[in-house]
């Protein structure tokens, strides 16, 4: 424990970890992100917080379209190479293994076990270092079946990003 009891709380909030893949015109990236969750049922919306100053933000607003990659415990291995960012690793893309996903073009990785496919329909400014990037589910696919608890998380990881 340290003295700030507000961190070390919202580190005990378990997180998924997912790939967030977005597209505008032929650039295309793709980048882990955890602070996700479905905000709607009619219409299915998808939240995700992204940060300002990533390169997917940028794709995101000019593209108006967003993937959301899900990933087995099983198959961490397979998100691993988008962990860096563009600024570290400008030509990650070049050595990803992704398909196009049908309705958006956006980037499915290899290795996932299901993608969701939205479209933009608002991006949130809560006056932090992150937006709300909000997307209604237009497709999915299930490409290996998992419950819940064989999907992957930071906790399997050992990762944090909160606090």
């Given at each position: 424990m340290s003295d700030d009891k507000i961190r070390d709380a919202l580190k005990m909030m378990p997180y998924g970890f997912y790939a967030f893949t977005t597209k505008s015109g032929a650039d295309v990236n793709a980048m882990v992100v955890?602070?996700?969750?479905?905000?709607?049922?009619?219409?299915?919306?998808?939240?995700?917080?992204?940060q300002k100053s990533c390169y997917?933000?940028?794709?995101?607003s000019a593209g108006g379209v967003f993937g959301l990659n899900?990933?087995?415990?099983a198959d961490s291995d397979a998100i691993m190479p988008v962990t860096s960012?563009?600024?570290k690793k400008p030509d990650k893309m070049d050595a990803a293994e992704y398909s196009a996903a049908p309705e958006t073009g956006v980037p499915v990785l290899a290795g996932a076990?299901?993608?969701?496919?939205c479209?933009?329909?608002?991006?949130?400014?809560?006056?932090?270092?992150?937006?709300?990037?909000?997307g209604e589910a237009i497709n999915a696919?299930?490409?290996k079946e998992g419950a819940p608890p064989d999907?992957?998380?930071l906790t399997e990881l050992g990762w944090s990003y909160a606090g």
């Open positions: 955890n602070w996700v969750s479905q905000m709607s049922y009619a219409p299915r919306l998808i939240a995700v917080g992204i997917s933000h940028g794709l995101v899900i990933f087995l415990q960012g563009r600024a076990a299901a993608y969701i496919e479209k933009v329909t608002q991006i949130v400014d809560v006056s932090g270092d992150h937006d709300i990037i909000v696919e299930i490409i999907m992957l998380s």
